[in-house]
């Protein structure tokens, strides 16, 4: 049998199982110019809290009653498609499905000899060319700058901060426990860890690990974390605006300190951006992240959950701060 995951109703504020449902259908049959996909490795983001929203984004909202969708690694089980032989293994925005046909079409080939899998979904994925993209073209740092990343220990957090470093920063970072602090000082190099969880005065904190104040600050969360951050920002610096998990989930709008006297004040620059905003220009960046890779400057880390089953509890797990790198599900 096959199995899909299908949006069962719209969360309001964290997803709960409640949310999602199982459905049983047959292993479907394949035309020409056809492959059958088996899903591998399964990627859990938070983005996709958003498209569960009915509302108006970047990216169209899922359906309820229609399957979720995720990048997706899966093996080419069979082929009536010259471009994919049977046995090769290709990345894809998929359905949450054990197993699907495709056409072909906005599928990837995957060189499983270049790096294990799961990697193609992360550190030389989505998240990290985020990571590349968002500190290099926004941030635009330089030697001897401070970097804060705030969800410092998550997928695109480790990477931000080890290209920060890599970039010859000053790098501290903000995670929620004091496991996830060790670990980004003690595998990615950060020069200081902030666990936000435990800290009663975060500002206070910044400004100790930050003696010469904050150029860049690479916003993977939002709200309080980062206005605290802000409070500590330097003329001239640079805020890449990659996501605001700490909002996702919110069923009012919060309020907080208005932040333009600060921006205005210090000429800082605050730019949201959308990593398919960059999609012209991912060989440039995979291929400086592999070169870095070889010279063994940037290491990953990713939490596997396994099981089909699971997908929708690693899911909503990223809002309890469950993963150390990179969410993923093996199926
Ligand atoms: P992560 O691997 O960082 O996982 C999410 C992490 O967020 C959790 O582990 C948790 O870590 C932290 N978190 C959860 N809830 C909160 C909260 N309320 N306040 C503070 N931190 C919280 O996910 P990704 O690396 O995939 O994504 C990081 C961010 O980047 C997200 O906001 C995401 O939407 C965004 N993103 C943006 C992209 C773009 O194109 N702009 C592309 C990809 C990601 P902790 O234990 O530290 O709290």
Same mark, same amino acid.
């Given at each position: 049998?096959?199995?899909?995951?299908?949006?069962?109703?719209?969360?309001?504020?964290?997803?709960?199982?409640? !949310?999602?449902?199982?459905?049983?259908?047959?292993? +479907?049959?394949?035309?020409?110019?056809?492959?059958?996909?088996?899903?591998?490795?399964?990627?859990?983001? =938070?983005?996709?809290? *958003?498209?569960?929203?009915?509302?108006?984004?970047?990216?169209?909202?899922?359906?309820?009653?229609?399957?979720?969708?995720? *990048?997706?690694?899966?093996?080419?089980?069979? /082929?009536?498609? !010259?471009?994919?032989?049977?046995?090769?293994?290709?990345?894809?925005?998929?359905?949450?499905?054990?197993?699907?046909?495709? /056409?072909?079409?906005?599928?990837?080939?995957? !060189?499983?000899?270049?790096? =294990?899998?799961?990697?193609?979904?992360?550190?030389?994925?989505?998240?990290?060319?985020?990571?590349?993209?968002?500190?290099?073209?926004i941030g635009k +740092?330089k030697?001897?700058e401070t970097l804060v990343?705030?969800?410092?220990?998550?997928?695109?957090?480790?990477?931000?901060?080890?290209?920060?470093?890599?970039?010859?920063?000053?790098?501290?970072?903000?995670?929620?426990?004091?496991?996830?602090?060790?670990?980004?000082?003690?595998?990615? *190099?950060?020069?200081?860890?902030?666990?936000?969880?435990?800290?009663?005065?975060m500002e206070a904190?910044i400004a100790?690990?930050c003696p010469n104040g904050v150029d860049i600050y690479f916003d993977?969360?939002g709200g309080q974390i980062s206005d605290a951050v802000i409070a500590n920002i330097n003329k001239y610096a640079r805020i890449p605006l990659?996501?605001?998990?700490?909002?996702?989930?919110?069923?009012? =709008? =919060?309020l907080g300190p208005r932040i333009q006297p600060a921006l205005i004040k210090n000429s800082v620059l605050m730019q949201g951006?959308?990593? /398919?905003?960059?999609?012209?220009?991912? +060989?440039?960046?995979?291929?400086?992240?592999?070169?870095?890779?070889?010279?063994?400057?940037?290491?990953?880390?990713?939490?596997?959950?396994?099981?089909?089953?699971?997908? +929708?509890?690693?899911?909503?797990?990223?809002?309890?701060?469950?993963?150390?790198?990179?969410?993923?599900?093996?199926?």
């Amino acid at each position: 049998m096959n199995q899909r995951i299908v949006l069962n109703s719209r969360p309001h504020g964290l997803p709960n199982a409640d !949310n999602f449902r199982f459905e049983e259908l047959e292993i +479907p049959a394949i035309n020409d110019g056809q492959v059958l996909l088996k899903t591998l490795y399964v990627s859990v983001d =938070p983005y996709l809290r *958003g498209r569960m929203n009915d509302s108006k984004s970047y990216i169209p909202p899922f359906q309820v009653d229609k399957p979720l969708e995720s *990048g997706i690694i899966a093996e080419v089980v069979e /082929s009536k498609n !010259n471009d994919f032989a049977r046995g090769s293994f290709v990345l894809g925005s998929l359905a949450w499905q054990e197993y699907q046909v495709s /056409s072909g079409k906005g599928l990837t080939i995957v !060189n499983a000899s270049i790096a =294990p899998l799961t990697v193609f979904l992360g550190a030389m994925g989505m998240t990290g060319l985020t990571a590349y993209f968002g500190l290099t073209e926004i941030g635009k +740092p330089k030697p001897g700058e401070t970097l804060v990343v705030s969800g410092a220990a998550g997928a695109v957090g480790t990477m931000a901060g080890q290209i920060g470093k890599i970039l010859g920063c000053h790098v501290v970072g903000i995670a929620g426990s004091n496991e996830k602090v060790a670990l980004i000082k003690n595998k990615f *190099g950060y020069d200081e860890g902030i666990n936000y969880k435990i800290t009663l005065d975060m500002e206070a904190a910044i400004a100790k690990a930050c003696p010469n104040g904050v150029d860049i600050y690479f916003d993977n969360v939002g709200g309080q974390i980062s206005d605290a951050v802000i409070a500590n920002i330097n003329k001239y610096a640079r805020i890449p605006l990659c996501g605001a998990i700490s909002l996702y989930n919110a069923t009012e =709008p =919060p309020l907080g300190p208005r932040i333009q006297p600060a921006l205005i004040k210090n000429s800082v620059l605050m730019q949201g951006f959308i990593i /398919s905003n960059y999609a012209a220009r991912f +060989p440039e960046a995979l291929a400086k992240l592999s070169q870095w890779f070889t010279e063994g400057k940037i290491q990953y880390t990713e939490t596997v959950v396994e099981g089909f089953h699971n997908i +929708p509890s690693a899911f909503i797990d990223l809002f309890k701060g469950k993963n150390e790198g990179k969410m993923i599900v093996k199926i």
